[in-house]
């Protein structure tokens, strides 16, 4: 059965962020989705800059969640056409994406990161947004890691 963010327990969810890896994880993600017959949404999160004291100035026309949806949308479109009889969704959500991501994995039964995205550290093995969704998630977690390039 379907709840409010039209997600049914069972299917797919994968955290996208633009991120080489995240865009592997969703492919591996829209493979496991067709194998098992789910249904397969890509979420992307955002937030608005956060400062102490002065506020930032930003310029004008400033949409993050417009910058988000450009980011996924092209993702959605790659997956849909590599996997055409796949039902695919592309989210834009509001938030840091630890919590949406953990929030997207109470409506699904299934989560896929890539091991490891933008942050300052991105040669580690396993970044804090997959570290956080593994010990958080109201369903299993996959964290892909992409095969490396033969040498």
Avoid: K
């Amino acid at each position: 059965m379907a709840d409010q963010t039209g997600t049914a327990p069972g299917n797919v969810a994968a955290g996208v962020d633009g991120s080489a890896d995240s865009v592997a994880a969703a492919h591996w993600a829209a493979e496991q989705a067709a194998r098992t017959g789910a249904r397969l949404e890509l979420v992307t999160a955002w937030q608005y800059p956060t400062s102490w004291g002065t506020a930032i100035p930003l310029p004008d026309g400033f949409d993050p969640e417009a910058d988000a949806r450009a980011l996924l949308d092209p993702v959605v479109d790659e997956v849909r056409a590599a996997h055409p009889g796949l039902e695919v969704h592309g989210r834009v959500v509001e938030g840091h994406p630890s919590e949406v991501l953990t929030e997207a994995s109470r409506h699904a039964g299934l989560l896929v990161v890539g091991s490891r995205g933008h942050g300052a550290f991105t040669g580690m093995l396993l970044g804090s947004v997959s570290r956080h969704c593994v010990a958080h998630s109201s369903c299993p977690v996959v964290v892909y890691r992409a095969p490396e390039p033969p040498a």
